[in-house]
């Protein structure tokens, strides 16, 4: 998954980055340098074996909020954020490896803002909270309770996965704070509300919504150039979680992955994950297996999409949601994750974090 805005970042490995604060957001120029907000970057191809990552920047999106983007976006390249009005810092989600978590709290300090109080996970995945461990115990980690489940649960998900990959020292920690429908906090006078939309990407999603600056981190629920992934939540669930966030009239959205866009995004993944359905409609009834489907399907539109692999997970989601399994209910893994291999050309999926 690219990321137009990545251009203008000098290719670094984030655990070597030393660089002062750079200015943010509109206008900004050097490593920082981004659209504007809401503005939908087109994606690139991912970058060529071996090739250096562009390192993550900071975008703001409106006083006192920025996002932390990681490029390309990919497995386990997830975005981040924080929300601040210099006395207190709310951090949204954290990174897949310690070194990049840090890097993260470092550019936090660097714009000039408190050390962290809070932060908020939008899901259970590794990605998205092995670095809560960075920023704890100086501040309180918030989730669903279900995300909170479903991390203790799962543990050291990533070393599973990707076990060559050198995350650091992660030391799993659980929100502490949990929620269930909808709860609000308050960074001095910025509103910002955690809305679970239901099962969709997990079971445990979170919504993070500021009402007055129309801003919502919507976690993987929004991937940007990347295939949407429901494999562990719910297809029925995702489409029903975009509706809702259409209610939310946001202009800009932060998704889990890719670079920063505004609402036009959802159109996209709800025809990807209609087209899904489909396919799972036909190729069930045809008793056909979703690897059979999923290999001979054609992409159409959806082929310019990275990670195109996930369409066999979310098949088996989506057969598993007509045979009448439970949005969210477990399913095999190792079956889900070795389809995708063969769909990678028999090659595990790459993890750069």
Do not use: K
């Not at 970057?41 to 074996?49: C, H, L, N, Q, S």
């Not at 489409?239 to 670079?259: E, F, I, K, N, S």
């Not at 959806?302 to 949005?327: C, D, I, K, Q, W």
Request: charged share 20%.
């Amino acid at each position: 998954m690219g990321d137009s805005a990545a251009r203008h970042t000098p290719a670094q490995n984030p655990a070597a980055d030393t660089s002062t604060a750079q200015p943010t957001g509109p206008g900004a120029t050097g490593p920082a340098a981004a659209p504007p907000p809401g503005a939908a970057a087109p994606a690139d191809a991912p970058p060529a074996a071996g090739a250096p990552l562009p390192e993550p920047y900071l975008t703001e999106l409106a006083a006192g909020v920025h996002a932390f983007v990681q490029p390309d976006g990919g497995w386990c390249l997830n975005n981040a954020g924080f929300i601040t009005d210099g006395d207190t810092t709310l951090v949204v989600d954290t990174a897949a490896t310690e070194r990049r978590a840090r890097l993260l709290r470092r550019r936090i300090a660097e714009s000039g803002a408190p050390t962290p109080r809070m932060v908020v996970n939008t899901h259970h995945h590794g990605d998205h909270t092995y670095g809560n461990c960075v920023f704890a115990p100086e501040a309180t980690v918030i989730g669903h309770a279900s995300c909170r489940r479903e991390l203790l649960a799962a543990g050291q998900q990533l070393h599973a996965v990707w076990p060559e990959v050198e995350y650091g020292d992660i030391r799993l920690t659980a929100p502490e704070v949990t929620y269930t429908d909808e709860l609000a906090l308050h960074v001095g006078d910025i509103e910002v509300r955690l809305i679970h939309p239901g099962v969709a990407h997990t079971t445990g999603d979170t919504l993070v919504w500021l009402p007055r600056q129309r801003i919502v981190f919507a976690g993987d629920l929004v991937f940007h150039g990347g295939t949407p992934f429901v494999f562990m939540g719910s297809l029925a669930g995702s489409l029903r979680a975009l509706q809702l966030m259409r209610t939310l009239d946001a202009v800009t959205v932060v998704p889990g992955h890719g670079p920063v866009t505004g609402p036009e995004v959802y159109d996209g993944i709800e025809r990807y994950l209609r087209f899904v359905g489909r396919l799972a409609q036909e190729g069930r009834a045809a008793g056909r297996t979703p690897l059979e489907v999923a290999r001979e399907a054609d992409l159409g539109p959806f082929a310019e999409l990275a990670e195109s692999e996930r369409l066999v997970a979310n098949l088996h989601r989506a057969y598993a949601e007509l045979a009448g399994t439970a949005p969210g209910a477990p399913l095999d893994v190792v079956a889900g994750f070795g389809d995708m291999t063969v769909m990678n050309g028999g090659v595990p999926m790459a993890c750069h974090a």
